[in-house]
């Protein structure tokens, strides 16, 4: 049982700050970009690991729903090992890590530019190994903030890269939209802090928690069992594919199986809807994060779900500060990473 | 505890019969793929839900790493909401469904018809829902015997697009491996039995198991996790990447905790290697399925690292039938698979 709490971290001081240095780089992602698409794009891969990795879901249901060119998502060392066939010249090869030190990230850029193609950075600051690998090095210049940011570069990166090649759209709008981000998604987090307390405190003691999510949302979800739930607070946990989750993994549910379902308003709604239609149904314990609860102040309906990955993604990083201070847990112990080779 | 039992139920009795029907549809395979090829190829979606997506792994690496054209894998759900930009005219479908009446996934095939795509279904029979939806129907006419010639199956299609786009390869000397597997994936069934026996022995009463795996043979560990011990033991399981592991969910692990690596002999073993050395150092419970262990007869060694995969997830319903055996779970057993609607 969990007896021990610690003090609630409140959201991060340079929140706003850092989102808006991310902003920031827009024309130097535009620059960039139209001297990628100029000198000729055939694919991009988007590379990392864990946390890095997550951050880039959104982008690539973006670009995979509206790009004339194919996207690749993949952990950095199955990019390595691997060995893309398509990679090469005319690639743009977007490697993200928060130090800019992660091995095999930073082997990625390496190894991906070896190969040709063009590698951009996104990442803390623009002197680590990382940045030094790359072509170009997106920054967000925080220890505190970092999924926010980190969701700004990559979605300024996709855009200018469909307005670049051509893909129809309000980018004027979507600009605005993403200006009033530093202010929206800081709101959003208060508007999340109810939930995040309930569910923390719901499932502090929990032995197994499963996390539902699908297209766009899937790395909020994923990102949240892997990064926080298993690694930051040591609790067994399981992410699944809101639609794969009809195909096996529902069969473990009974009414007091502990799941939490992430809603985003893009277009796969309707199948993490039927998701909770099932869960209604077959525990009690279910729990649901709906972007529809985030205001998102200065970003038009017709926009939210293009945002909405980013805020449920966010929203993820306060609800794993209420599982620190509900269970005394602190975010930083690690029993291996950054303590033992591996 | 475990205490109830059944008795292990053998190797399937039509297993050879049902992977040499799928082999004997090669020249089918191959004519259907030149009118593709032939009508301009742009790139191909592998497209299914639970044990029909695992099946697809890895020729989703085949093609990834050898092919001149993209290729895209995901469930059907995710496919028909998402509606890819790059799907169209040019597009190959290979969409499977063990029933061929899996909702979602026969919703795919018309989609992907809609949109001007050729569709290859890969199921069981041909007077299915999916099969009639599809251009064309492989099937392996067999309902105990489902994995090895899903396998095949895709595995045949792959290569004759490798082959009639092009890419370099010894054809004959894969036909020549692939047309050994009736026998050499009996043989590494029985070869693996011990295995199995000893892992589902020591993981009977586990409360969690994590389940780890990349490259081509991610499929394997993901499905045994998702179809067989989660959909048909109700265990609870967590499945990962190999690689991912290290980027958070490796902090969950103590010396009591279980885990199930699979090993292959693609260019990925490597990433599996270094899983295998972290957990030969942590936990006292880890498990490893290594291909190795399959002598593969008919099987050269430099293609032993195309036919793993297959073999890798062939032992997984073996294992499955262990763990059914040993806990005295019958693995027909569901709560809401074909009982209930969702």
Chains 1, 2 share one sequence.
Not at 2 to 7: D, I, K, N, R, Y
Not at 179 to 189: I, K, N, R, S, V
Not at 258 to 273: C, K, N, Q, S
């Amino acid at each position: 049982m969990t007896t021990a709490t610690l003090p609630l971290k409140p959201i991060t001081e340079d929140f706003k700050e850092a989102v808006a240095f991310a902003l920031s780089q827009h024309e130097a992602a535009r620059a960039f970009v139209a001297e990628v698409v100029e000198g000729g794009l055939r694919n991009v891969f988007l590379v990392g690991c864990g946390g890095s990795l997550t951050a880039s879901y959104p982008v690539h249901f973006l670009l995979e729903t509206r790009a004339g060119f194919p996207v690749f998502h993949m952990n950095s060392d199955e990019f390595n090992l691997r060995k893309p066939a398509l990679l090469g010249e005319g690639s743009l090869v977007l490697v993200s890590s928060h130090t800019g030190t992660t091995k095999e990230t930073v082997a990625a850029a390496h190894y991906a530019k070896s190969t040709g193609a063009k590698v951009a950075a996104l990442t803390r600051d623009d002197d680590s190994p990382l940045a030094q690998a790359a072509d170009i090095a997106f920054t967000y210049r925080s220890e505190d903030t970092v999924v926010a940011p980190k969701g700004v570069l990559f979605g300024q990166l996709a855009y200018a890269l469909l307005e670049k090649t051509g893909v129809e759209g309000d980018y004027a709008a979507i600009r605005k939209a993403y200006e009033a981000l530093p202010d929206a998604l800081y709101t959003a987090q208060e508007e999340g802090e109810a939930l995040a307390h309930t569910i923390a405190t719901a499932l502090a003691d929990e032995p197994v928690t499963y996390v539902l999510s699908a297209g766009p949302n899937y790395g909020a979800g994923y990102g949240f069992t892997m990064c926080y739930l298993m690694e930051m607070q040591w609790k067994h946990g399981g992410s699944y594919h809101a639609g794969e989750f009809f195909h096996g993994a529902f069969e473990v549910v009974t009414e007091d199986q502990p799941v939490i379902l992430f809603l985003g308003e893009d277009a796969t709604r309707p199948m993490a809807e039927r998701t909770r239609r099932f869960l209604d149904k077959y525990t009690r314990k279910a729990h649901y994060v709906d972007s529809r609860i985030f205001s998102l102040p200065g970003v038009p309906e017709e926009l939210r779900g293009d945002i909405t990955p980013i805020a449920l993604d966010v929203f993820g990083t306060r609800l794993a500060r209420h599982y620190e201070s509900v269970r005394g847990h602190d975010l930083d112990k690690r029993r291996y990473m950054f303590q033992v080779e591996y």
